[in-house]
């Protein structure tokens, strides 16, 4: 399973972006899909997840600013990512929990101030 990310970038703070992840390859049925964020000298994170029945979790740093959402026909997942700043800056994984876990290669978000 392959996880591509799109639309990462720097924005100001305020601004808004919408992260991108969509999964190729020998799939079966994807469980989870999500988004993780690691930030310089910091673990890495928990952002948020969707089930296979549409349960989703956030993190409480995003909770109101923040909306994940999925297409299950086409193994998608979108992070739109409103009022951003400064301490979402991270580079963000998209993760995928099918028989294993997968993950992206990772797309770069900078809120400047």
């Known amino acids: 399973v392959r996880l591509v990310e799109s639309g990462g970038g720097l924005v100001q703070a305020g601004e808004s972006l919408r992260l991108s992840c969509a999964a190729s390859g020998n799939i079966f049925s994807i469980n989870d899909m999500g988004w993780y964020r690691q930030a310089p000298g910091k673990q890495r994170e928990l952002v948020a997840i969707i089930t296979s029945r549409g349960w989703t979790k956030y993190a409480n740093s995003v909770k109101g600013r923040f909306t994940i959402s999925r297409d299950y026909a086409k193994n998608t997942v979108w992070l739109q990512m409103n009022s951003l700043n400064p301490e979402d800056t991270a580079v963000y994984y998209c993760?995928?929990?099918?028989?294993?876990?997968?993950w992206g290669q990772g797309t770069q978000v900078t809120v400047s101030s």
């Open positions: 993760y995928a929990a099918e028989s294993s876990a997968y």
